[in-house]
Structure formats: structure tokens, C-alpha cells
């Protein structure tokens, strides 16, 4: 949940995560720490109103009930308007890329001893928005191609954030979800403790997409979904001296589905339902050594087994009799794997260090995430029929990730602070999503390829003097991906540059206080909106730049604050995602138009 504003510090681990964070985590991680009861006792409370009908509001309360109990709780509302118009929904009641949501989260903290402590949370958040701003591209097809039905950019809405939709059951997309979570620390002795994490969550959203954006429903995709996901995590952890540990065992499982309904790709209306379960289990441990007062070392190992049963149905128009359901089938497989990490740390001084790591990540293999290439041969006018070829079949092989990784962090100087690092990560077996209208109808395949990626990833931040200072970020990534049958794929949405710079000037003022301004710059470099073959015409994704303002005054004992804002103040309009499937291209559009407005905070 990403509104909560109890935020202690988001952490960001580069490369694979795979001995400590586990499935999944070929990447890296985020690891987003909520502050823990006690620790920040008091209120504050936050107002936002801006352009786009913006209204936000928020607050955060944190009190000891007695020496051993503290609760915190947060919670608000956000809301904000939409950037187009559904022109053939006169009575939608909402704008496209319109956002509402509220949300909480309740914590309670029980220390009975310096030993033993619990933690006990839960949270919850309900949004409702308008259908997220999209468009075609249909004259402008491969080879002249003309979309299938014979429609042009003509039938569409003249301002690409406006849609021509008739469908109402796409106007509004909806998501809910809840959690809970029981986190227990019992220290042994001084240099033995054990830690036991426990979680459910459950969410559940309704949405959709009509592909053309006409008035009629060709290519319209209602669809529903939950999931459910519960994992309990046991820990035993040692620091003795020049060495510690951290080890342990987790299971998690998951259930999910979703459901379209009607579906268009039988001749419909009709149903198309998937479902899948998965099952986790590990085990994992993580040694450091201190080899010196400068060098420390550390090693790390994991074993995942995976577990995934997975089932598809396709229902026909139940007014057709024998014919329900065309296809219903279930699939189940399994993977293991090990995964480790070995890396080293040097301190040159007080201030500095550097260090050198080699990280394994795994990740379990796929489903395809849509198979309606299950349609390929089969005949809708004989009830029955199931030739057809089977391409429900779950990726046989691993997807890992091996990274190698030296860096420097620290502050060479009193007024400069620095981290850059240069990695090489070599994928085997990942999966790229391929979308395709070959074999008889819209189907999501998984392209497996081998991929290598180099690149600089900077962060520092400049402070030249006490009331100045710069903060500057620089990512480059050179990404080699091999052919596939003599074509060579692009990586999808990976920008060989990103950038950013953020000067900040502070003032003090007579009277106590402080105004402070910052402007942020982002750039993001251009990139492909899918691995397809063709020669980025149709799926390259222009490069966007991003401005960001923000002038405030904090009150001289930071009880208030007060902020203007200015959000993307140059209004720039930009691609998120392109994706051809061969009859169009569907391009999904930015939803954070220009918005200026004023923010107001209070603690007591």
C-alpha cells in the first residue's frame, strides 16, 4: 500500500535477491518499513487541494497505551479527477484516469520484556477510477495492413484521452484488499534470537479493456479477479562477535483467478475463466564474517521448491446446447532450485567502502498468463470439437539471474556523498510476454531467451553550502538478448538511460522558520513497449523528461508545514506501453497531466 504514511525508510537491494528475499526476486527488491508503535509518539495530519480536483487528506497517530502496549494508526483519502471523457457514456458519472481510494492501516506493539516482543498489524484500501487512458493506432500498421473489421483512427475519439467506448461495463475499473500480519522476537541471549513472521492478504478488482475504443463491443474485455496469498516465515538469528547469521524456513501459498465474462474470442458471448495455486517452500541461511575491522565477508544460501496447478475453461454461449464448455483443462508442475550469494565488503576509512558481490535469483516457471491460442483448430460449428494444439503447457526450465556487481559508497569529501556501481546480470530461460493474433485468436505466449545486461547505476548528492545543495541520479544499461530463430529480440521496457537532478535551496527567515525550494528533472530514455520483430516503428516509446516544483515553509519548532506544488508543470504528454498485436497497436497513455495545487501538514 503505497499511500500509508507511516513510512520509517524504503530500502532498495540492486540485483538479485535470491538467498535472503527469495522467489522472485531476479531484479532486486524494494523493501518499504513501516515505523513500529512506539517509536514516533504523536499525531500529524496532512491536506492536499490542487488542480484536477485534487483533494487529498491524511493522518497518522502514534501513542503508548502503557510501557509494554503502543498502537499506531493511519489512514485518508485520496481523490483526484480524470484526464478524458467516455463521449459515447453520457451517464458514466466518471472521467477517464479518474482515482478515488481511502485507506488504513491499524498497528499494536507488545513488549513485556526486553526479550519478547509482538507486533500486530492490519490494513485495508477500496479504490474506484475511471478506465486508465488508451488509445489505437490503426492506419499506421505494418505493410499497409488494415485493421481486420475495417475500421480507421477515424472511428476514434479525436483527442487521444477521450474514448469512443459504448461499453459502461468498461468505464470503471475497482480494486479492494486487505491483510494482515503478526510479526513475534524472542531473544534467547545476547547472542541468539528467533523471529517469527506470519501474513494472509487478500484482493480482488474488476477491470477490463475495450481494445478498439469504438461504441461497439469487437474487442471488449470486462473481467474480474481476486487472489489470496498467505505466508508464515521462521527465523533464528546469531551475532557472536566477529560472526552472525541469519536462517530460517518459509512456505507461502497463493490462489488466484480471474474471469472474463463475456469473452469475444468464441463468437461469444461466453466465458473464459483461468485459475491458478502455488505452493513455495525454502529454506536459507546467511553467514557473515568480520575478517578485520575493515573487511567483512559474508555467504548465503537457498533452497526454493515450487508448486503450481494452474486451470483454464472457455465456455460458449449458453444458449447453445452441448457446446459448454469447449475447452476445460488443468495443469500442475513443479521446480527447485539453489540459489547464493557471496560478497565482500572493505571500509577505506571512516566515511567510505567498497565492496564486490556475486548474487544468484530464481524464479519458478509460467503458465502461459493468457492461452487462447488453445482456439488454433478448433471448429466452433461442431459441438465437441477439442483438436486443438496444446500450448497450456508451463515453461519447463528455471528463469535465473546471476549478477556481478563492484561498487563504492560514502563521502569522499565533507560535502559530497556518492554511491556508483558497475554490474553484469546473464538471465537463462526468461520468459518475455509476446502478444499475438496468430492461430486463430488473441493469444499471450511466452518467448524464451537468454539475456545479458551491463550497466552504471550513480547516486550523490552535492552540498555546497547550508543552504544549497544538489542531489543527482544517473542509470545506463546496455541490454544483449539472443536470437531467436535469426531474429534478435528487444528487451521490453528497459531505457538505456534514466537521469535525474534535484537542486534545493533553503532560507531561513526572521522570525525562525524555513523556506525551502526544490525542483526534481527525470528523464527517461526511449525504449520498446514489447520484444517484437518489427523495427520499433509501431512499439518504440518515445523518451520523456518530467518537471517537478515544490516551494515550502516549515514553521521554526517543524510543528506546520505549507507547500505549493507543481507537478509535471510542463504538461508532457507520453507513452507508458505499446504493445502490436498485428491487426493494431494499443498504446497506453500517461495519466498525470499537468496539476499545481497546496499542501498543509500539522504534528502535535
Not at 217 to 230: C, K, M, V, Y
Not at 281 to 294: K, L, P, Q, R
Amino acid at each position: 500500500n503505497w499511500n500509508l504514511s507511516n513510512l520509517d525508510r524504503v530500502e532498495v537491494l540492486r540485483g538479485p535477491q535470491g538467498t535472503l528475499y527469495g522467489r522472485n526476486s531476479i531484479g532486486g527488491a524494494i523493501n518499504i518499513i513501516t515505523k513500529t508503535p512506539g517509536t514516533d509518539e504523536g499525531a500529524k495530519i496532512s491536506v492536499e487541494i490542487g488542480s484536477r480536483g485534487r483533494l487529498n487528506g491524511d493522518f497518522y497517530g502514534d501513542m503508548a497505551l502503557s510501557d509494554d502496549l503502543a498502537v499506531s494508526v493511519t489512514g485518508g483519502y485520496k481523490h483526484r479527477d480524470g484526464i478524458g471523457d467516455f463521449l459515447n457514456l453520457p451517464n458514466a458519472g466518471i472521467e477517464v484516469g479518474e482515482m478515488t481510494e481511502v485507506y488504513a492501516r491499524l498497528a499494536m506493539r507488545y513488549a513485556p520484556s526486553d526479550d519478547f516482543s509482538l507486533v500486530v498489524t492490519a490494513d485495508a484500501n477500496d479504490g474506484e477510477g475511471g478506465l486508465r487512458p488508451y488509445t489505437t493506432l490503426i492506419d499506421e500498421l505494418p505493410n499497409g495492413a488494415v485493421y481486420g473489421a475495417g475500421y480507421r483512427n477515424s472511428d476514434l475519439a479525436a483527442d487521444p484521452y477521450d474514448t469512443n467506448t459504448g461499453q459502461a461495463s468498461q468505464s470503471i475499473v475497482n480494486n479492494e484488499a486487505w491483510g494482515v500480519s503478526i510479526t513475534a522476537d524472542y531473544a534467547f541471549s545476547d547472542t541468539l534470537a528467533t523471529k517469527v513472521i506470519a501474513s494472509h492478504r487478500s484482493s480482488d478488482y474488476k477491470s477490463g479493456l475495450d481494445d478498439d475504443g469504438f461504441i461497439d463491443d469487437f474487442l471488449s474485455f470486462p473481467e474480474i479477479g481476486d487472489a489470496d496469498q498467505t505466508s508464515v516465515e521462521l527465523q533464528l538469528n546469531g551475532d557472536m562477535g566477529a560472526w552472525d547469521f541469519v536462517s530460517g524456513i518459509y512456505y507461502f501459498e497463493e490462489d488466484g483467478g480471474n474471469d472474463q465474462d463475456p469473452t469475444i474470442f468464441n463468437g461469444g458471448p461466453g466465458t473464459f475463466t483461468l485459475s491458478q495455486e502455488i505452493q513455495s517452500m525454502a529454506i536459507f541461511g546467511n553467514v557473515g564474517y568480520d575478517v578485520n575491522d575493515g573487511l567483512r565477508l559474508s555467504v548465503g544460501i537457498r533452497l526454493t521448491e515450487d508448486e503450481k496447478d494452474a486451470a483454464v475453461e472457455i465456455n460458449d454461449d449458453p444458449a447453445t446446447p452441448g457446446n459448454d464448455p469447449l475447452i476445460a483443462e488443468t495443469a500442475s508442475e513443479d521446480w527447485s532450485e539453489v540459489s547464493w550469494d557471496l560478497s565482500a565488503t572493505y571500509d577505506l576509512n571512516e566515511r567510505m567502502n567498497v565492496y564486490g558481490t556475486v548474487q544468484t535469483g530464481y524464479q519458478s516457471g509460467q503458465f502461459p498468463a493468457r492461452p487462447f491460442c488453445l482456439f488454433g483448430s478448433l471448429d466452433f460449428t461442431q459441438p465437441g470439437n477439442v483438436s486443438r494444439p496444446n500450448c497450456f503447457v508451463a515453461q519447463d526450465d528455471n528463469i535465473t539471474a546471476t549478477n556481478y556487481e563492484i561498487g563504492i559508497k560514502g563521502q569522499p569529501l565533507d560535502w559530497w556523498q556518492v554511491s556508483a556501481a558497475v554490474f553484469l546480470t546473464q538471465y537463462e530461460d526468461l520468459p518475455y510476454q509476446v502478444s499475438t493474433t496468430q492461430g486463430g485468436g488473441f493469444n499471450t505466449v511466452n518467448l524464451i531467451v537468454d539475456q545479458e545486461s551491463t550497466g552504471f547505476e550513480l547516486e550523490t548528492t552535492a552540498i555546497f553550502s547550508d543552504n544549497f545543495l544538489v542531489h543527482a541520479s544517473l542509470g545506463l544499461i546496455d541490454v544483449d538478448v539472443d536470437e531467436q530463430g535469426g531474429v534478435k529480440p528487444v528487451a521490453p521496457l528497459t531505457p538505456e538511460t534514466t537521469f535525474s537532478i534535484s537542486p534545493e535551496l533553503r532560507f531561513s527567515m526572521a522570525g525562525g522558520g524555513e523556506v525551502v525550494l526544490r525542483a526534481d528533472y527525470s528523464y527517461r530514455d526511449e525504449m520498446y513497449g514489447e520484444p517484437s520483430s518489427d523495427p520499433g516503428r509501431f512499439t518504440k516509446i518515445d523518451s520523456r523528461g518530467l518537471v517537478n516544483l515544490n516551494m515550502s515553509y516549515r514553521s521554526a519548532d517543524e510543528s506546520w508545514s505549507a507547500s505549493l506544488y507543481g507537478r509535471n508543470v510542463t504538461d508532457e504528454e507520453y507513452d507508458n506501453g505499446r504493445l502490436n498485436t498485428g491487426d493494431y497497436v494499443l498504446v497506453m497513455l500517461n495519466n498525470d497531466a499537468s496539476e499545481f495545487g497546496l499542501r498543509l501538514s500539522k504534528r502535535f
